[in-house]
């Protein structure tokens, strides 16, 4: 069930990176465009590009910031819920942790 959920918020992340990666690719062409729609030259077409990329990198900042709290919420879902799970039914975890120390110790003493 964590790694389902963890699969989720994987998959909401890679979805809003690819959001992201789209508002960059048309950020790179907004700036020409709004300066030839105002149809001026030179140093203003350069300052209205800056202006409209300035405008455009804040929201895409929010967005990615957005989406990074998205992801922390999602890890500390799963975290939490791989707590609940271990207090709700210890002695298998314990057996497990035991099982993986007992097989750590036998390929260490193997090498050695």
Same mark, same amino acid.
């Given at each position: 069930?964590?790694?389902?959920?963890?699969?989720?918020?994987?998959?909401?992340?890679?979805?809003?990176?690819?959001?992201?990666?789209?508002?960059?690719?048309?950020?790179?062409?907004?700036?020409?465009?709004?300066?030839?729609?105002?149809?001026?030259?030179?140093?203003?077409?350069?300052?209205?590009?800056?202006?409209?990329?300035?405008?455009?990198?804040?929201?895409? &900042?929010?967005? $990615?910031?957005? @989406?990074?709290?998205?992801? !922390? *919420?999602? #890890?500390?879902? %799963?975290?939490? +819920?791989?707590?609940?799970?271990?207090?709700?039914?210890? &002695?298998?975890? $314990?057996?497990? @942790?035991?099982?993986?120390? !007992? *097989?750590? #110790?036998?390929? %260490?003493?193997? +090498?050695?």
């Amino acid at each position: 069930m964590a790694d389902r959920d963890l699969e989720k918020a994987l998959a909401s992340l890679q979805r809003d990176l690819k959001n992201v990666q789209k508002d960059l690719e048309r950020l790179g062409t907004s700036g020409v465009t709004a300066a030839q729609q105002a149809g001026v030259t030179g140093h203003e077409a350069t300052d209205a590009a800056l202006r409209t990329l300035e405008t455009e990198a804040h929201a895409l &900042l929010d967005a $990615v910031k957005k @989406a990074g709290s998205s992801a !922390v *919420a999602g #890890g500390e879902q %799963v975290v939490s +819920r791989v707590e609940e799970r271990i207090e709700a039914n210890p &002695l298998p975890m $314990v057996a497990a @942790a035991l099982g993986v120390g !007992v *097989a750590i #110790g036998w390929l %260490v003493r193997r +090498r050695g």
